[in-house]
């Protein structure tokens, strides 16, 4: 068997989902662990975003940051792309579909709905882009008046963005339906992974299916609390 | 709904009517379409099979033609019935076989949709009776071990670790009668394919083979066009005898393992 077989298999496309899924989660613990930097403001009213900005500030200077930032998008590429490929070609393997169909008695509708919970992200992803990515590497739109920061750099004022960004409820509530749509996707992605990569001794899969309740929690709902908290004037 | 339950009492025995509309397809070149049929008097403690008789015989008699179904052994241990019953392959029962569903499970006058297998890789022959090859094929791509002939080996001469021989006979237990198939939204054959390989991976007659037979097994799936897994659990969860779901990963796993591990 040669390389490409290997990854072109139903197996191996599966295994190209689980190690682009898997780093994308590690994303998302880096993205929350920036982006979390906002609530120093709702303890201390003075930061008014100075800690998230330096966060910020970081990622953009730092050179392992930004070479990663190409693996990252190579990795939302695969992922998305090897994603729909799987969706449609498993659709095609079964031409009529059933009169009365087997549903929630066989499995979790999440499970089963995972190239549509992988789209509606897909809409959300390109709509966070245009807010948030565009603006700081590209347009500055919004962000044109630089920030001083508490560390002596100066760097864009994000904190400023985010804020403008999300005075409109009809954002915010696009954002937490995006956060919701992601917490779905982990809830089956985060155990399948693992399970694709060949995890199948019980201890480890419980503590892999628990882990992948609380990531699939925890994370999208410290996401969701960003535009809320930025809405109900919480922080900001 | 429990084995007991669906008409009142503790095997309370009576008679039902049911209706059934069941797929009718003269092969697998032509379209199909559902007919409704009426059986009539059917005892409680009838096989879903036996019912099938009762009114396939009736319909001889009739001067019509009757319904096309797989069976053999009626003892749950074949793997050959296969109908969709109700949304649900081998009907409501858990960890039953068609053959093995009885009557009770039904209430009068309930109307009772039977389905063939649906999968492109799983052509319908004729009615409800599908071609199911494929699994054969598959099987005869790796799953089996190679010994030269010869006195039979004492059983004990080879230690085999006791929770690994349990695992071992577990996953042997899968009867290859399709329902994962026919369960998956994918289509997908990889319970059949990884209970094979999970009962030969695990025993040390099965260690020579074991790289060959994960990828030779898996590339003939893949040839007989089945889709892939996305572990929703369908599959277990109909599976008449129970075949576990962490079979997928340790397929996954021996696929991985002999991918990158193969010399060629």
Same mark, same amino acid.
């Given at each position: 068997?040669?390389w490409?077989q290997?990854?072109?298999?139903t197996?191996g496309k599966?295994?190209?989902?689980s190690v ?18 906002i609530?120093?403001d ?5 930061d008014?975003?100075?800690m998230?900005n ?6 953009a ?22 994603g ?5 070609e498993?659709?095609?393997?079964r031409?009529?579909g059933?009169e009365?169909?087997?549903?929630n008695?066989g ?6 709905s995972?190239g549509l ?14 807010h ?6 590209f347009t500055h ?8 920061l508490s ?5 864009h004022?994000m904190f ?9 409820w009809w954002i ?10 992601l917490a779905?996707?982990l ?5 399948s992974?693992?399970r694709?990569?060949g995890l199948?001794?019980k201890?480890y899969?419980?503590m ?5 309740i ?7 709902l ?8 930025f809405?109900?004037?919480?922080i900001g | 709904?429990?084995p ?7 095997m309370?025995?009576k008679n ?5 509309? =069941? ?5 697998s070149?032509?379209?199909g379409?559902?007919e409704? $049929?009426?059986?009539?008097n059917?005892s !409680?403690?009838?096989s879903?099979?036996e019912?099938?008789?009762v009114?396939n015989?009736?319909l001889i008699s009739?001067g019509k033609e009757?319904?096309?179904f797989?069976?053999?052994?009626r003892e749950?241990i074949?793997?050959t019935?296969?109908? $969709?019953?109700?949304?649900?392959p081998?009907?409501?029962w858990?960890a039953?076989t ?5 009557m009770?499970?039904?209430n009068?006058?309930? !109307?009772?949709?039977?389905?063939p297998?649906?999968?492109n890789?799983?052509?319908?022959i ?5 071609d199911?090859?494929a ?6 791509a790796?799953?089996?071990?190679? =010994?030269? !002939?010869g ?8 230690p ?12 042997a %237990?899968c009867i ?15 319970l ?16 020579p ?9 898996? %590339?003939?799936m893949?040839k ?7 572990? !929703?659990?369908a599959?277990?969860? =109909?599976c008449p ?5 962490d079979n997928?990963?340790?397929l996954?796993k021996? $696929?991985l393992a ?5 010399e060629?």
């Open positions: 068997m040669n490409s290997l990854f072109t298999s197996i599966k295994i190209v989902m682009t899924g898997l780093f994308l989660i590690t994303f998302l613990v880096v993205h929350v662990g920036v982006n979390g930097c609530f120093k709702a303890i201390d009213s003075s008014n975003g100075d998230f330096r966060a910020a500030q970081f990622m200077r730092n050179v392992v940051i930004r070479i990663m930032e190409y693996v990252l998008f190579a990795g939302f590429f695969i992922h998305i792309i090897q729909l490929v799987v969706e449609f498993n659709r095609g393997k031409k009529r059933y009365v169909n087997l549903g008695r499995s979790k509708w999440y499970s089963r995972m919970l992988g789209t509606i992200l897909l809409l959300f992803l390109l709509l966070h882009w245009w948030f990515w565009i603006p700081s590497r739109a919004g962000i044109e008046e630089p920030v001083l560390n002596g750099f100066i760097g004022d400023s963005l985010m804020k403008a960004t999300f005075s409109e915010v509530i696009v954002y937490v339906l995006g956060c919701i749509s779905w996707h809830m089956h992605g985060f155990q992974a693992f694709t990569l199948h001794n201890k899969l419980n892999v299916n628990a882990l992948g609380g990531f699939s929690i925890i994370v999208p410290i996401f969701a609390l960003m535009p809320l908290s809405k109900l004037g919480w | 709904m429990t007991l339950g669906g008409t009142g009492g503790f309370e025995h039902i009517n049911v209706k059934l509309k =069941v797929w009718k397809q003269k092969n070149q032509t379209a379409r559902f409704t $049929y009426e059986a009539k059917i !409680t403690e009838m879903f099979l019912m099938f008789d009114l015989e009736e009739d009757p319904i096309t797989d069976h053999d052994c749950g074949c793997g019935c296969s109908m $969709y019953i109700n949304g649900r081998h009907g409501p858990h039953t068609t053959c093995q569903l009885h009770r499970a039904f009068d006058g309930e !109307t009772i949709v039977v389905e297998w649906r999968a890789a799983f052509p319908v004729k009615d409800l009776m599908v199911r090859t699994f054969e094929r598959i099987i005869q790796g799953g089996f071990i190679s =010994v030269n !002939t006195n039979a080996v004492d059983a004990n001469a080879i085999v670790d006791k929770d690994k021989a349990d695992a071992s006979f577990a996953a %237990a290859g009668c399709g329902a994962c198939v026919a369960a998956c939204k994918n289509s997908s054959a990889m059949f394919v990884s209970a094979k390989v999970t009962h030969l991976a695990l025993l040390p007659q099965g260690e083979e074991r790289r060959t037979r994960a990828l030779n097994m898996v %590339a003939q893949d007989e066009g089945f889709g892939g897994c996305t572990n !929703t659990g599959c277990e969860a =109909v005898k129970e075949i576990s779901i997928i990963a340790r996954n021996e $696929y002999a991918g990158l591990l193969s060629k």
